[in-house]
């Protein structure tokens, strides 16, 4: 068999293991026969690169090149639908569907209502080509290069199956449970910001410019309703279960029922047992089955009448606030956190919520001892929403009050203009802060010395071995090791971990340093426009603030760190054992000033590199990508079929068109 067959022949092999696994949840293979297909595939892809198919499996992965979303037209509006909470006006609709069709009878689709993402997905000859975000319902983002990581999602279906030509079918993008209580884990151990619920998580992370972010995530996705000329034919829950085997992932929850009688039942049953499902639902969906009685009841300005939401309330309970706590956090953040006495809420039991911040506080006017509603519902996070003013008496005791000081080491607290939490701005000596720069340094992310964990620290910070990250490249053998040695195995792989990381490259290093507000993005443009620590320490503000995302509170905060004297030592220790504070010989002959101060617009299809590539190549060069004209423009970079409407809007501005051949000239 011959390299171009056998990689069509894994392809197709990988895209049914993935239905396997993703959609049916019925694996074949082992995980390690899997990764072993995947990697052969990849060498030969490697080898091919003329046989390069953005629908290929290997390409689930993603990529770290950002790119900027094109807005697109939907073929059809993506209108909302209509939402009730209370059964009677369920009833309602009902009775107006009846009447609107003159008393034919008719069937609904009851159908779990997923809180994630609206997504619409176009296929031409079984081959994903687009998949837009539902937007304001008339245009949305293209977020095809994302969706293509979501593994639910099929990138080639399967040959021989009776799917039209070209065909829209929509859903919902979500984020199971699992994924989100992961990635929730994560971003405390780095001191961001967690998100609210798993809705929030999969709509910030659909929108990454990194889609090997998206990649990492593990989002999902479950279709809802399937469009276009030539579909299996006039029932909605039929051609749903025809999509389910072209391999869609179809929620198997969804009912066709009858009578208004069976639509309670279903109500009844799922607003129980929605909290055993892997993901988020807000509600049931109720569509009129026949797409001919749809078209027949047709469209109000804003959604469909054959179809209406029921929506669960979110579940609250009443408890007593009986202390606020202040944590301080590795960056100094400090947050506010609600003991109440302890109340059962969506299956767990909760005793703390987060308070956010002192404006949080005053809005509800907070008094020890109030009774307080707390609510989860969607919300992974227990929220303080109400307070019962009525249940208040002469008894309560003192109003909540912002502390003013650091609890754990006495500094007068800073609040950041723009900002509403406060920090404590001791650094270098605040115990919080302390260990909590060191796990942040030892992180995956950051310096990724993987045997060591926030336990481990936390013994060595005890026993006075590290105060700051530096100390880790001066433990020796014997502080580590134990008596007699018999830790010796695991002080000789914490050994290896550290010195290993003298090779992690330098935008990593950036980001390891912990200074506040530098995130692991920052870090990166930082660096690449920078190119060695020396640079950045020295940079003026007006300098920082030319970088593209850095604001007047990340480059403030830059100056400071660097301007303090004990973080300059700690810069000189780690250079001194070896760490990487500037960009590789290799790294910086990739880069030049060709294109500095220079916004880009990419428009067209090219012959030479892909849109991505030439993304990288332009930030590369130290040009900026945009992605729509202005009269910032510098100049636009077109293939073929560049949009008219663009064309026309350059001529008017007078901006210069730059072909593929003339930019490569540019840059060589």
């Known amino acids: 068999?011959?390299?171009?067959?056998?990689?069509?022949?894994?392809?197709?092999?990988?895209?049914?293991?993935?239905?396997?696994?993703?959609?049916?949840?019925?694996?074949?293979?082992?995980?390690?026969?899997?990764?072993?297909?995947?990697?052969?595939?990849?060498?030969?892809?490697?080898?091919?690169?003329?046989?390069?198919?953005?629908?290929?499996?290997?390409?689930?992965?993603?990529?770290?090149?950002?790119?900027?979303?094109?807005?697109?037209?939907?073929?059809?509006?993506?209108?909302?639908?209509?939402?009730?909470?209370?059964?009677?006006?369920?009833?309602?609709?009902?009775?107006?569907?009846?009447?609107?069709?003159?008393?034919?009878?008719?069937?609904?689709?009851?159908?779990?209502?997923?809180?994630?993402?609206?997504?619409?997905?176009?296929?031409?000859?079984?081959?994903?080509?687009?998949?837009?975000?539902?937007?304001?319902?008339?245009?949305?983002?293209?977020?095809?290069?994302?969706?293509?990581?979501?593994?639910?999602?099929?990138?080639?279906?399967?040959?021989?199956?009776?799917?039209?030509?070209?065909?829209?079918?929509?859903?919902?993008?979500?984020?199971?449970?699992?994924?989100?209580?992961?990635?929730?884990?994560?971003?405390?151990?780095?001191?961001?910001?967690?998100?609210?619920?798993?809705?929030?998580?999969?709509?910030?992370?659909?929108?990454?410019?990194?889609?090997?972010?998206?990649?990492?995530?593990?989002?999902?996705?479950?279709?809802?309703?399937?469009?276009?000329?030539?579909?299996?034919?006039?029932?909605?829950?039929?051609?749903?279960?025809?999509?389910?085997?072209?391999?869609?992932?179809?929620?198997?929850?969804?009912?066709?029922?009858?009578?208004?009688?069976?639509?309670?039942?279903?109500?009844?049953?799922?607003?129980?047992?929605?909290?055993?499902?892997?993901?988020?639902?807000?509600?049931?969906?109720?569509?009129?089955?026949?797409?001919?009685?749809?078209?027949?009841?047709?469209?109000?300005?804003?959604?469909?009448?054959?179809?209406?939401?029921y929506k669960f309330m979110a579940e609250r309970q009443s408890t007593t606030l009986r202390e606020v706590t202040f944590q301080v956090g590795r960056t100094g953040a400090v947050t506010p956190v609600a003991n109440m006495d302890p109340v059962q809420l969506s299956g767990t039991v909760v005793r703390r919520a987060t308070l956010n911040n002192e404006d949080f506080i005053r809005k509800f006017d907070l008094h020890i001892g109030d009774r307080v509603f707390v609510e989860k519902g969607g919300e992974i996070i227990p929220k303080i929403v109400d307070v019962d003013l009525d249940a208040r008496d002469e008894g309560l005791g003192p109003c909540v009050e912002f502390i003013t000081h650091c609890p754990e080491c006495g500094t007068a607290l800073v609040r950041y203009e723009g900002e509403a939490a406060y920090y404590c701005p001791n650094d270098t000596s605040c115990p919080p802060q302390l260990k909590g720069r060191i796990e942040h340094f030892i992180s995956r992310k950051a310096m990724n010395i993987d045997s060591l964990g926030p336990e481990t620290i936390a013994e060595y910070f005890r026993r006075g071995i590290i105060r700051d990250p530096a100390d880790l490249y001066e433990i020796r053998r014997d502080q580590i090791s134990g008596a007699r040695g018999q830790k010796d195995k695991s002080a000789s792989k914490i050994l290896q971990s550290i010195q290993q990381s003298t090779g992690v490259p330098f935008e990593r290093v950036l980001y390891a340093l912990g200074i506040r507000f530098v995130g692991e993005t920052a870090a990166k443009t930082l660096a690449r426009y920078f190119k060695s620590i020396d640079r950045l320490s020295t940079a003026s503000l007006e300098e920082l603030l030319q970088v593209n995302g850095i604001g007047a509170v990340i480059a403030q905060s830059i100056q400071t760190w660097f301007q303090n004297p004990q973080n300059q030592w700690f810069v000189e220790r780690l250079r001194s054992y070896g760490v990487q504070m500037e960009l590789s010989e290799d790294e910086l002959s990739q880069h030049s000033d060709t294109l500095q101060g220079q916004s880009i617009v990419i428009s067209g299809v090219f012959a030479h590199h892909s849109r991505d590539e030439y993304k990288a190549l332009i930030e590369r060069h130290g040009g900026k990508n945009v992605g729509s004209i202005s009269a910032k423009t510098s100049f636009i970079l077109a293939g073929e079929n560049m949009g008219p409407a663009k064309l026309e809007k350059a001529q008017k501005l007078g901006i210069r068109v730059v072909n593929e051949d003339e930019f490569l000239k540019m840059i060589e």
């Open 1 to 309: 068999m011959d390299d171009n067959a056998q990689i069509e022949q894994l392809r197709a092999e990988l895209h049914r293991h993935n239905y396997n696994y993703y959609v049916l949840n019925q694996p074949e293979i082992s995980d390690f026969e899997f990764d072993q297909l995947m990697r052969q595939l990849q060498d030969l892809e490697a080898r091919h690169p003329e046989l390069a198919d953005p629908n290929s499996p290997t390409q689930r992965v993603g990529s770290d090149l950002n790119h900027e979303f094109q807005q697109v037209v939907h073929l059809r509006p993506m209108l909302s639908l209509a939402n009730t909470y209370n059964r009677q006006e369920v009833r309602e609709w009902y009775e107006r569907v009846e009447e609107g069709l003159s008393g034919q009878k008719f069937q609904v689709c009851c159908e779990m209502k997923f809180d994630g993402l609206s997504i619409s997905l176009h296929y031409k000859k079984g081959r994903l080509v687009q998949a837009v975000t539902r937007g304001d319902g008339v245009q949305g983002d293209d977020v095809t290069e994302n969706v293509r990581t979501i593994r639910s999602i099929p990138l080639v279906l399967p040959e021989g199956a009776d799917y039209p030509d070209e065909f829209e079918i929509r859903g919902e993008i979500l984020m199971p449970w699992e994924s989100f209580e992961a990635l929730n884990r994560e971003r405390a151990e780095a001191e961001e910001p967690l998100f609210a619920n798993p809705r929030n998580a999969a709509s910030g992370t659909l929108k990454s410019k990194n889609s090997a972010v998206v990649a990492q995530r593990r989002l999902d996705a479950y279709l809802y309703y399937l469009l276009g000329e030539g579909i299996p034919g006039e029932s909605h829950y039929e051609n749903l279960q025809a999509a389910s085997r072209w391999g869609f992932k179809i929620g198997p929850q969804m009912r066709r029922v009858e009578t208004l009688q069976e639509i309670y039942d279903y109500i009844d049953y799922w607003d129980t047992e929605r909290r055993n499902l892997p993901v988020a639902t807000d509600g049931i969906v109720l569509k009129v089955d026949s797409l001919a009685q749809q078209r027949s009841l047709g469209m109000t300005a804003k959604s469909p009448r054959w179809a209406i939401a």
